[in-house]
């Protein structure tokens, strides 16, 4: 059996295909749903991302992406990163039967999944900041309660010399210790202002309310979601 795959994947037919790709991770205690877009454009090209729901990872770009002919590999790093730790990778293979199989791994551990093709790709293009309107910048502070402990905020926003410009965030939390985050991706829509910081795993999504003076939202770090308004201090 070995030795007729190996002969098959002389051949571009057994080449490792533009795809969605479903399947489950089987971690201790708990199964995850995975979901791999891998496409391939027409210089050749690869690119792909990631769907994790239940980590509230959805569209996450890859990173590191190799494939060589039935042999696929990336890292999530952008949204399965923290400080001091390696970001998680996935080794995957294709099978006779045309599914993906392949190892979860990170901080020392694997676990193996099995995907099966269900369709075109669906890669998500990367996103990007945003500009932000004038009535969002300034300085806001608030704070917020994680494991007993209280959590005090920071954010500063700003505008650079543009209207299209990228809007600048500086964003602090401290608890036992201070943190300056990182910001990844800032974005405003409306009265909806979406900021993350990939290397911590937190984001912060909030609505403005003007006549308030605040921004009134929630914070997400890890599985915890937790409710937390920014009030402005320098009105």
């Known amino acids: 059996m070995f030795l007729f795959f190996a002969s098959l994947c002389a051949s571009d037919a057994c080449a490792l295909p533009s795809a969605r790709w479903e399947g489950r991770i089987q971690i201790p205690g708990r199964e995850l749903t995975l979901v791999v877009d891998l496409a391939q454009d027409s ?10 729901p239940g980590l509230g990872i959805k569209g996450a770009p890859l990173g590191d992406l190799v494939v060589k002919e039935t042999e696929a590999s990336f ?9 001091g730790f390696e970001p998680a990778r996935c080794k995957t293979r294709l099978t006779p039967a045309g599914g993906l199989n392949g190892e979860f791994l990170q901080g020392g551990l694997s676990a193996p999944f099995e995907l099966t093709r269900t369709g075109a790709p669906q890669v998500e293009p990367p996103r990007v900041s945003t500009s932000i309107a004038r009535e969002f910048e300034g300085e806001w502070k608030g704070r917020y309660e994680l494991m007993g402990y209280p959590r005090d905020v920071t954010l500063k926003l ?5 209207s299209a410009a990228a809007a600048a965030a500086d964003f602090v939390i401290v608890g036992k210790k201070t943190n300056q985050l990182p910001v990844d991706l800032l974005t405003q829509t409306g009265d909806f202002l979406a900021i993350e910081s990939r290397a911590f795993g937190i984001t912060f999504e909030a609505r403005l309310k003007k006549e308030a003076g605040e ?7 890890g599985p915890f979601e937790l409710p937390l308004v920014l009030r402005r201090s320098n009105p």
């Open 43 to 52: 210089t050749g090209t690869w690119t792909g991302s990631v769907i994790l």
């Open 75 to 83: 890292a999530i790093k952008d949204s399965l990163s923290a400080p």
């Open 158 to 162: 700003s505008r650079p010399t543009g």
């Open 215 to 221: 921004l009134q939202g929630v914070l997400t770090q």
